[in-house]
């Protein structure tokens, strides 16, 4: 048992949906992610947890583990957007969603909104003492990482999260340290 949390977000595997640049629905991993699943190991862990959707189900399986679903890592809900490709979204709904964190023209959840969502979850771990494995989506871990740095909303879009990538949070002294390497 680890005497502070340590928290390490896993990105699921890849989708036919990110192959595509499309907004995802409750996909399952494609087969390119399976083959990605097939050298891909997972830390060691106390705790194992998994966003609720089919694709992070998969993905903590594979690797393994044995996840209790926590519907707080559940993707960005994007609305009426979902199973549409970039090029189906109207320009003008995109240029805002991208360039203003607190919008939501698709109807679904605001970028800011999600980062105040992953900070409660964040929140809810800080008296955890264990190793959590969570299994979930790179918006997800890009909201999280912005928490724990305490960076604005406006730098979402400045993190890129590649599929199975691991990111390292530990707490201490009441707040989340992003630890590299």
């Given at each position: 048992m680890a005497l502070v949390p340590r928290l390490f977000l896993i990105s699921h595997a890849s989708t036919?949906?990110?192959?595509?640049?499309?907004?995802?629905?409750?996909?399952?991993?494609?087969?390119?992610?399976?083959?990605?699943?097939t050298r891909a190991t997972a830390p060691v862990t106390d705790r194992a947890l998994t966003a609720p959707e089919l694709r992070t189900i998969e993905t903590a399986a594979a690797l393994g583990l044995s996840a209790a679903v926590e519907p707080l890592?559940?993707?960005?809900?994007?609305g009426r957007w979902t199973g549409r490709t970039m090029e189906e979204v109207p320009e003008s709904g995109l240029a805002v969603w991208l360039g203003d964190p607190e919008s939501a023209p698709h109807g679904g959840e605001s970028i800011h909104d999600l980062i105040v969502r992953a900070g409660t979850?964040?929140?809810?771990?800080?008296d955890s003492p264990e190793r959590?494995?969570?299994?979930?989506?790179a918006a997800v871990v890009r909201a999280a990482t912005l928490c724990a740095l305490g960076a604005p909303a406006s730098a979402f879009w400045r993190v890129d999260v590649r599929p199975l990538a691991v990111t390292r949070l530990d707490g201490r002294d009441g707040r989340w340290n992003l630890r590299l390497g």
């Open positions: 036919e949906a990110q192959r595509v640049v499309a907004f995802p629905s409750d996909e399952p991993v494609s087969d390119r992610g399976r083959r990605e699943l890592l559940r993707d960005l809900d994007f979850w964040l929140t809810s771990l800080m959590i494995v969570a299994v979930t989506h």
